[in-house]
């Protein structure tokens, strides 16, 4: 909820889900330019899973992915290429405002 008050904060358009069946609902419903995603989802489709799955699908090769973990591993180290951002928990309004607007403007 606070990521979403970020978002909407920042004026970009969003949409929060709960679980990774309802992301991919999602990116089958509507265009989505980039992804939020944690990590640790505490079910069996983990947040890499999800990753694994928009990766793996060319039709949604122009989604930039930003994971959000308080993991300390280099999760984006996992698959180079496949994460276009990786943010430690907690972050600020300010950082993920930057580090958005940032990967928008590449």
Do not use: C
């Amino acid at each position: 909820n606070l990521y979403g008050l970020y978002l909407e904060r920042a004026n970009y358009a969003h949409i929060a889900v709960s679980s990774v069946p309802d992301a991919v609902d999602v990116l089958t419903e509507m265009p989505i330019d980039a992804a939020l995603v944690d990590i640790n989802l505490g079910d069996d489709l983990t947040g890499l899973k999800f990753i694994e799955y928009v990766r793996s699908n060319p039709d949604y090769d122009h989604i930039k992915l930003i994971t959000l973990t308080s993991f300390p591993q280099p999760f984006d180290r996992i698959h180079p290429g496949w994460i276009d951002l990786a943010l430690n928990k907690p972050v600020k309004f300010q950082q993920l405002s930057m580090a958005l607007d940032g990967l928008f403007d590449e």
